[in-house]
């Protein structure tokens, strides 16, 4: 999947300045980035949520970026929500059949989400609001995994969760990667990001300003890239801000 | 004795009331759309069945299977179009609309059918009756429209809760934004639970053309009672709105028992009073 020169606003404020990105199939790439960095804006912008005002999203090749959410996860682009977002009065299970609806063939269906997380089967005709947030986030990506998505959007996984909790999600990762699943991820918590993905690439204010392998960056980079101090000095010449 | 006939009439009653709020409760919870023009478009409903049954003289089991399919095609039409874009702006503004369909409807009414007042002729349906002793008496009528509007409410709550377009509505109706990402075309659901309501709708105003006698300026006292047997049941339920149409009815009926002016009074006391001493209704729904 790739993202060309992608701007979005949001009334008055211009949440994301020509970012591109691509990854390839079977990869996972991770967007990091502050509060308000437009991290979240990305990924629901490639989902159809915010129509962009300028720049092209391509799936395989084919533009996307005038599709409706609906088709574009017929097409294979399925977001799994920051903050979850279950739907409480449907249960566990209705949930998930939900999210087949406009499924792609392909090896994913409810048993093989059960078989993902184990637990859900004996808690399937629970309503979600009986499930913790660990196991809701599990719900939600199972619920995007029964549409067989060819690219899966994993928005915030680790927000309000335990980090023991957020590593079994992440643990999780190379399995949806072997089954073909590639995967762009948006993380606050840049330890997470990093240690699963095969490339990074930071937002700041809108603009990428950071990008490479993990194992390539060093800790300073991240940090200068994370917080915008080594922007003002690579753009040379601009007065630091001195308030 | 006659306050047992009064009873029982009430509860039949309710069920008129049960199967006219049921589409009502329905558009509120999944498109959170306050319909104004509820009554109306039964009123509407039953002036299209009021030639096929007068001039044509089909029975009226025929015009209801025409009239109903047709209405449930307006109301996703209607839904796509009308409902949606003002959705798209905002509540108030589908509030003002819906206010605005049921002006069109009234006067589009008035003017092409004048104010006289009509009532769908069933035959000798209309006065049979089920003697059950010298005083209480059973209207073949109203068993009928009683079944019907339970046969409804079951179809309705097994269509939401046991079939995948049912389970879609459900999603919608709790997170718009969130069904839309995993693969529903939200608009075509809030079409299809329009469709539903508009069937019902359809149904109820056929029921109430047989009942009693309707003109073009009816609609809005009868969207009242459709609020108050939904508000008594509490917002959402379905059983709930079918328990608050029998209050209601039984409340009218008993009212009436008392005074023949006082029916429709003591209808409206005890919805105030439901709404002072248990706001969320007799049987609130598990979830909100």
């Known amino acids: ?243 | 004795m006659v306050w047992v006939n009064a009873l029982v009439q009430g509860l039949l009653l309710g069920g008129l009331y049960a199967l006219f709020a049921c589409g009502l409760s329905l558009m509120f919870g999944v498109m959170r759309v306050v319909n104004l023009a509820h009554g109306d478009l039964a009123v509407l409903a039953a002036y299209l069945a009021l030639p096929l049954i007068a001039v044509l003289h089909l029975p009226v089991l025929v015009a209801a299977l025409l009239v109903t399919p047709a209405f449930a095609l307006i109301g996703y039409g209607v839904q796509r179009t009308v409902i949606q874009r003002s959705l798209d702006v905002g509540p108030l503004t589908t509030l003002l609309v819906m206010f605005g369909l049921a002006i069109v409807i009234q006067n589009g009414l008035l003017q092409a059918l004048s104010a006289n007042s009509r009532s769908l002729d069933v035959g000798t349906l209309a006065s049979a009756s089920f003697r059950v002793n010298g005083q209480v008496s059973v209207g073949y009528l109203s068993m009928l429209i009683f079944a019907v509007a339970i046969v409804v409410l079951l179809a309705l709550q097994a269509l939401l809760s046991l079939t995948a377009v049912g389970r879609r509505i459900r999603a919608a109706a709790d997170d718009q934004e969130a069904a839309s990402i995993v693969g529903t075309d939200t608009r075509h659901v809030f079409g299809i639970a329009a469709a539903l309501a508009f069937g019902t709708i359809a149904l109820a105003g056929l029921a109430f053309g047989m009942y009693s006698s309707f003109d073009p300026s009816i609609g809005p006292q009868r969207l009242i009672f459709a609020f108050e047997a939904v508000v008594i049941g509490g917002l959402g339920s379905l059983w709930g709105t079918l328990a608050g149409g029998m209050v209601l009815g039984v409340a009218q009926t008993l009212g009436a028992q008392v005074d023949p002016s006082f029916g429709v009074l003591a209808g409206h006391l005890v919805f105030l009073a439901v709404l002072a001493f248990r706001p969320s209704g007799l049987i609130p729904a598990r979830v909100t």
């Open chain 1, 1 to 243: 999947m790739e993202v060309r020169d992608l701007t979005v606003r949001h009334g008055q404020l211009q949440a994301l300045t020509a970012v591109s990105l691509r990854v390839d199939a079977g990869e996972t790439l991770a967007i990091i980035g502050a509060n308000g960095a437009g991290k979240s804006t990305l990924l629901r912008t490639i989902a159809g949520l915010h129509a962009p005002a300028a720049g092209a999203i391509l799936l395989e090749g084919r533009e996307v970026t005038g599709l409706a959410p609906h088709r574009r996860v017929a097409a294979g682009i399925v977001l799994v929500p920051e903050g979850r977002r279950m739907f409480p009065s449907l249960t566990v299970e209705e949930n998930l059949l939900v999210g087949a609806h406009r499924a792609r063939s392909g090896g994913w269906g409810l048993a093989r989400v059960l078989e993902l997380f184990p637990w859900m089967a004996e808690r399937r005709r629970q309503l979600t609001a009986q499930l913790s947030g660990g196991e809701q986030q599990a719900v939600a990506i199972g619920r995007a995994l029964m549409a067989n998505p060819r690219v899966l959007l994993l928005d915030e996984v680790s927000l309000g969760l335990a980090p023991a909790v957020v590593r079994r999600l992440y643990d999780l990762l190379p399995e949806l990667l072997r089954a073909g699943v590639t995967v762009l991820l948006v993380e606050q918590d840049v330890g997470h990001a990093l240690r699963v993905a095969d490339r990074a690439q930071c937002l700041l204010e809108g603009r990428t300003t950071l990008e490479g392998r993990p194992a390539d960056l060093t800790a300073a980079q991240v940090e200068a890239a994370y917080f915008g101090l080594a922007a003002h000095t690579a753009a040379g010449g601009e007065e630091p801000w001195s308030g």
